[in-house]
């Protein structure tokens, strides 16, 4: 069969999505064309906001066989709305079909409403993946897919089935300039970005690789909410990390989650950083929480309390605080807690009503209410069954 792969970004690592998707379709005998010539249109989604392009490419090509994939595609309800086929999981199976019959036979593919449970395709097979020149000078390659830690926000840990590319390592011996694409934090110890969790990080084991980049996941600000959610480290391995990090002169980006913490107990926590690392560099990335559907975390969401989300001016806010005692500290761009909101009413919703209420949402007070009373009662996660070997599945 003839397919055009599109995506709706150029990020780096969506253009090496799109890469490893032609593989894959060319391993299996189809032929890459383009979407005036192809006779199925696959379009790549990582978000759930990409439903607005999907429903553009819908009317764009309103004759075309149109199959979305990509992680995204768990919420594949509000997917299917504007495409024949949604798939869910991995493209292996999918594009093993050699006939559209046949793909609508698959137990990972939506083709109508009228056969749940869907079951996430888990096949990989790792040679398939190119180790792709995304820019000139950096190469991409596959590293895992999932993560066994299963933090108790993580959509991704709790979709996908944890599995380590057998090549990676190969790969990164071979090649410098390669960036390896995971979430899991195995895979990475020789490169100079690396992310890694806190525990690990502060092993007096481990020993760190000097001027390198360490991106950590703080999440949440008390010890009570990071064992809670599956990050478990007390403040006193926070102001560890620092020490370390001094110790070996590396850099820090800290990844924090906004949602649960008031913005004091986010000050108590950062209040307890040393005065010796001033000399060092480290920044902060605020993420506002989701509560996503597949994950044992949507068990707190009619808890749900908007003041604890932050915006951007919060977030600058309280970095310039502290970049008057830590140089250089960035901030980086958060989005807006009625943005959050709306899009995790996305996330919930089921039909195009659903879609059209969350974008007229004006205000927070609005947005919480409307989630409450509509859009967090619309769960679907007995739709779809997961592989999530050696681990206890999310059924909530
Ligand atoms: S460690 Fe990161 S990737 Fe793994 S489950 Fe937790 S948040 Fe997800």
Redesign the pocket.
Known sequence: MKYAILSNSHKDSVEYTVSSLMSIATHYGHEISTPEDADILCLSVCDITEVEWVKKIREKFPRKIIATGGHACVYYRIFKLYSDFVNIGHGFDFFSCQTIEEIRTLPCVVSDFSSPPYKASEKVEWRVFPIANVTKRQKYYIGAF??????Q??L???THKHQINPYARQATQKYKNITLVS???HNTDNRMTQ?I?VRDFISPQKTLKKYAVYRL?I?FATEHDRKKY??PFTDDDFVTIFLKAQQYGVRLKLFCISGINTIDEWHHLFANIPYIYTKGKYEIKFTNLTFEMFTPLKKGRFEIDPAHYFDSTQVKQFVSYYKQRVWPLNSMPCSSPLKTMQRMAFCWSKTEQDILLAKKMKNLDEAVHALKSVYFLQDYNDDIQFDLSGKEECRF
């Open positions: 999932g993560c066994k830690n299963k933090c926000f993580c991704t840990s709790w979430n899991d934090s992310s969790m996941g999440e599956g990050k």
